[in-house]
């Protein structure tokens, strides 16, 4: 269990959706809890969260397949959300995403070979006025040029 | 270019964000002060008096909407502030709660007084993660202070307010959909009527608006309905507005700017023009679900009332301006796209109807339209408009009907000669 969530966030998920009235709120919570600590939600992270919050199995896969920025699948250390929405598509965002693709060596959809990086598309990051712009993890980066991509790609993989 | 009135982002600073201390120093909370010296339904009147419109795209009358809430009606409420912000060229609530986060929290804390609400949510974005760190420790230096909380400044009336962390998807920014997803529901949208005021979270009565809504309310306490009116340059429009520029300018920044601007005013003052001195073709006025606006247009003052003669919308105002070398076939393929896979599929004519639409735009840039293939597509619009459950694909049908009756040669062009004529 503690492979899918820490003990102590098990234990205040548990509490926290006895102590409400409507503990179907704290599901969206629960899987990004799961997701930030496992990387993905696999089939057990959802029985897990279902469990805690004594929903049922599929209220939270209805939730978990919803949105875009839960993964059911497996995906790499750091997920790469490059947006394709009309302000970066008018900003050179196809340049962009064409040279994230090539120095990856992976499509949309696909992790690179030692596991450190999942490519996907992404509609609009709100940072409009920096296009061209993409999101990794939880952190936006804009006024993107092929080389300021190579510096930030080389800025994580030095990370570990 | 730097004497527009700055109201809302009076405290705004590069790099950094105004926190308790400096919003005080900066009038902060004051407007909360005066309005609970008032009652309820004075309060209410009073935003109705400075015609506050919505900032999150429809533009409703705020003060009307306020006053449609069963305000007297005991026991559970909720007051739900938009901060989903997904509509693409919109960027305009993540400068604000980037700048100044507290603006949010004391608006909230009028409108939840006005409307007699004990419990709010703060709804942001997943990719709006500082937002949501600034809006948590705002309400945790306003709970101090007693600005919210039980008894909040001794007016014994209280209200708390959270923060939810949603997960993706631009659909959930549609206000019944938010109220689904804050539910911990599938978030598909929920059927109007009955309307969030009647039955919204948890099914008690819910009012949502917008982040920049909320943030323009304590100033209207502060300097009063006749002067907050006054800050736009049109009768028809008050206030002021958070422009977000973007696309082929100069500056793309965003710029407090007094409603009623001349369209042309904000792309070539503020904007410094068009990039690369190339000319400018057309606009996205209000974000990706307004009809584009053409050079000939550029005199349109932006406000809702005028932005709608001109065939558009005020939307979001966020503006997304396009050279002479845009292809508007690609550009509104590019779009087209983005609402078919922002779908919830819940409905026919969006889930079905969009990806028909990519399609036939795809067939159509790439040469191999045919004249068969344009009535399909006049046949999708036509069909589309007016017949989906929520907003979404009728928001997909404004860029996509403005391409036929503004650049419907454009369009023809591409089937006549069999391939794109500009890129
Ligand atoms: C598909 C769709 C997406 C929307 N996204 C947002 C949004 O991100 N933020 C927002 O404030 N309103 C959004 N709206 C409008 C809301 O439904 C609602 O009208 C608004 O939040 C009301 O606030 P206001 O009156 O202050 O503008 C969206 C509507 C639709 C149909
Ligand atoms: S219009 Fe689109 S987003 Fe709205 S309910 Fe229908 S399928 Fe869902």
Request: glycine share 12%; hydrophobic share 40%.
């Amino acid at each position: 269990m503690s492979e899918l969530l820490p003990q102590v966030q098990v234990n205040a998920f548990r509490a926290k959706a006895a102590a409400i009235e409507h503990p179907h709120e704290l599901i969206v919570d629960a899987l990004r809890a799961v997701q930030a600590h496992h990387g993905w939600v696999p089939d057990a992270g959802v029985d897990l969260v279902a469990e805690l919050l004594g929903v049922l199995p599929v209220e939270v896969e209805e939730i978990a397949t919803f949105y875009d920025k839960i993964f059911r699948r497996p995906v790499g250390k750091r997920v790469i959300h490059v947006c394709d929405s009309i302000c970066c598509w008018a900003d050179g965002g196809d340049a962009i995403a064409a040279h994230l693709q090539k120095v990856l060596g992976i499509g949309f959809g696909e992790t690179t070979s030692d596991g450190m990086f999942t490519l996907l598309p992404t509609c609009c990051l709100g940072a409009c006025g920096e296009a061209p712009a993409m999101m990794i993890g939880l952190t936006t980066f804009g006024t993107l040029t092929p080389e300021k991509i190579d510096a930030i790609l080389d800025g994580y993989r030095n990370e570990a | 270019m730097n004497n527009y009135p700055q109201i809302l982002f009076k405290n705004r600073r590069p790099g950094a964000t105004a926190f308790l201390a400096e919003y005080e120093a900066g009038g902060g909370y004051q407007g909360l002060r005066a309005a609970l010296k008032m009652a309820p339904q004075e309060v209410r009147e009073q935003v109705k008096a400075a015609n506050l419109r919505g900032r999150g795209g429809a533009g409703f009358p705020t003060g009307l909407k306020w006053s449609f809430f069963p305000t007297d009606q005991p026991g559970e409420k909720y007051l739900l502030a938009n901060g989903d912000e997904m509509e693409p060229g919109t960027y305009k609530d993540h400068q604000l709660l980037l700048a100044d986060p507290h603006q949010l929290v004391e608006g909230m804390a009028i409108a939840a007084y006005a409307m007699q609400i004990p419990v709010g949510y703060v709804f942001l974005r997943y990719a709006y993660e500082t937002c949501a760190q600034n809006v948590e420790r705002a309400i945790a230096e306003a709970t101090g202070k007693g600005y919210l909380g039980r008894d909040i400044l001794g007016s014994r009336f209280g209200f708390e307010l959270h923060v939810h962390r949603s997960a993706g998807r631009y659909i959930l920014g549609e206000e019944t959909a938010l109220i689904n997803g804050l539910e911990g529901r599938r978030p598909n949208p929920r059927s109007k009527p009955p309307f969030p005021a009647q039955f919204g979270l948890f099914g008690k009565p819910t009012n949502v608006n917008n982040v920049e809504t909320f943030a323009n309310v304590p100033h209207i306490f502060t300097g009063g309905a006749e002067w907050y009116r006054s800050l736009a340059r049109t009768p028809e429009g008050a206030g002021t507005l958070l422009v977000g520029l973007s696309g082929h300018l100069e500056r793309t920044e965003c710029f407090e700017l007094p409603m009623g601007i001349p369209l042309r005013e904000v792309v070539e003052q503020c904007g410094g023009g068009v990039r690369g001195r190339r000319t400018f073709k057309a606009c996205l006025p209000g974000g990706a679900s307004t009809p584009f606006l053409t050079a000939a247009q550029l005199d349109t003052p932006l406000d809702h009332v005028h932005m709608e003669q001109a065939g558009s919308r005020l939307g979001t105002a966020g503006i997304t301006v396009f050279d002479e070398t845009t292809c508007m076939v690609a550009a509104t393929l590019n779009l087209a796209r983005f609402f078919a896979r922002e779908s919830c599929g819940w409905c026919t004519p969006c889930r079905d109807g969009l990806p028909m639409v990519v399609w036939l735009l795809e067939e159509i840039e790439a040469g191999r339209g045919s004249q068969e293939l344009l009535d399909m597509f006049r046949d999708q619009v036509k069909n589309i408009s007016g017949r989906s459950f929520c907003a979404l694909a009728e928001g997909a049908m404004g860029p996509v009907g403005s391409l036929l009756t503004k650049f419907g040669d454009e369009l023809e062009d591409h089937v006549k000669r069999g391939r794109c004529p500009i890129s």
